[in-house]
Nanobody
Framework: QVQVEESGGGLVQAGGSLRLSCTASGLTDDDYAMSWFRQAPGKERETISCINMRNGGSIDYGGSMRGRFTISRDNAKNTLHLQMSSLKPEDTAMYYC????????????????????WGQGTQVTVSS
């Protein structure tokens, strides 16, 4: 059984930084992708970044987040990270991590249907 769990959310002032982590267990190899998403109140969920766990290749999807958010992985620990800097109040949202089905590679566009394993989310609140 695959389980995904996020951590690292919290309250931060505008301009600050935060690092989210996500661990995935129950996956049998590294031939899959993991991705970060976020959803603000009253808004649709949006894709932040996707990374291929096998080779580390990644794609950033969010224009407003590009250059401020960086996705990375630690294969030895089946762990995904999202380093967020220069945070803005509009970054306030629930942040989700998800793991893809086997043999999936990040692409454009990214279809959430290719990510069957989701965490419960971690709240990030940026105060002005």
């Amino acid at each position: 059984q695959v389980q995904v769990e996020e951590s690292g959310g919290g309250l931060v002032q505008a301009g600050g930084s935060l690092r989210l982590s996500c661990t995935a267990s129950g996956l049998t190899d590294d031939d899959y992708a993991m991705s970060w998403f976020r959803q603000a109140p009253g808004k649709e969920r949006e894709t932040i970044s996707c990374i291929n766990m096998r080779n580390g290749g990644s794609i950033d999807y969010g224009g407003s987040m590009r250059g401020r958010f960086t996705i990375s992985r630690d294969n030895a620990k089946n762990t995904l990270h999202l380093q967020m800097s220069s945070l803005k109040p509009e970054d306030t949202a629930m942040y989700y991590c998800a793991a893809s089905s086997s043999r999936y590679w990040c692409g454009i566009p990214l279809d959430e249907a290719d990510f069957p394993y989701w965490g419960q989310g971690t709240q990030v609140t940026v105060s002005s």
